[in-house]
């Protein structure tokens, strides 16, 4: 079956360091979103993209940044991690642009100390 | 851009009773709104969506409605059972645009 995964499902680290999320589909869907999920504020969007190659910035962007080298995958990258980005990331696809149908990963529980 | 709030922020309720949740817009050009549940340490599921062209869905148990006068639309689950009990999140977007706002979420018990 078709699946969306994420990676790690958990990951405390430091001020400072880089950190990379990754994200994995097998839907072969073109749409690709970062969400970030924190008490009171829903779901927000950090970056998306519509096909290789091609990103742009979502909502909460700053302090983040994504690639689109294949299809299936959309890692999201914290330059500088702050404990500002403590939060629950999401990652999802959709077949169509306005994310209708949209399907989310399990999502990756993000700590900086 | 559009801002979506979502009431009540928790709701408990008897099984069997009806659950209703609430969400208002605020970009009038908005005529996509879908409804996520989230259960215990998995992502959001999409369960019902509804377009502007209309102004009820039902699916099951399961229920929209939209009034786009008064840009509010609302979830409606009847007969509700334990296993309802989750975090659903309304949503509001311009269908084909990216910029689709959240509510807040509301976590919904249902107490047996």
């Not at chain 1, 999920?37 to 779901?43: A, E, S, T, V």
């Not at chain 1, 969007?45 to 299809?71: A, C, F, M, P």
């Not at chain 1, 999201?76 to 990963?105: D, K, N, P």
């Amino acid at each position: 079956d078709a699946e969306i995964t994420q990676s790690p499902r958990h990951k405390i680290t430091e001020t400072g360091r880089q950190v990379t999320l990754a994200c994995h589909q097998t839907w072969n869907h073109n749409n690709m979103f970062w969400y970030r999920q924190d008490l009171g504020h829903g779901l927000r969007l950090i970056h998306y993209s519509y096909g290789v190659q091609d990103t742009n910035k979502g909502e909460v962007s700053d302090g983040y940044s994504v690639s689109r080298s294949n299809t299936e995958d959309l890692p999201l990258t914290l330059e500088s991690a702050a404990s500002s980005q403590t939060s629950v990331y999401f990652c999802a696809s959709s077949e169509t642009r306005g994310r209708t149908e949209a399907f989310f990963g399990q999502g990756t529980r993000l700590t900086v100390v | 851009g559009e801002n979506v709030e979502q009431h009540p922020s928790t709701l408990s309720v008897q099984e069997g009773d009806s659950a209703v949740i609430k969400c208002t817009y605020s970009d009038s050009a908005s005529n996509y709104f879908p409804w996520y549940k989230q259960e215990l340490g998995k992502g959001p599921q999409l369960i019902i969506d509804i377009r502007s062209n209309v102004g009820e869905k039902k699916d099951q148990r399961i229920a929209v409605t939209l009034n786009k006068t008064a840009k509010h639309f609302s979830l409606h689950i009847t007969e509700t059972q334990p296993e309802d009990s989750a975090v659903y999140f309304c949503a509001a977007s311009i269908m084909n645009n990216n910029d689709m706002r959240f509510g807040a979420g509301t976590r919904l018990t249902v107490k047996p």
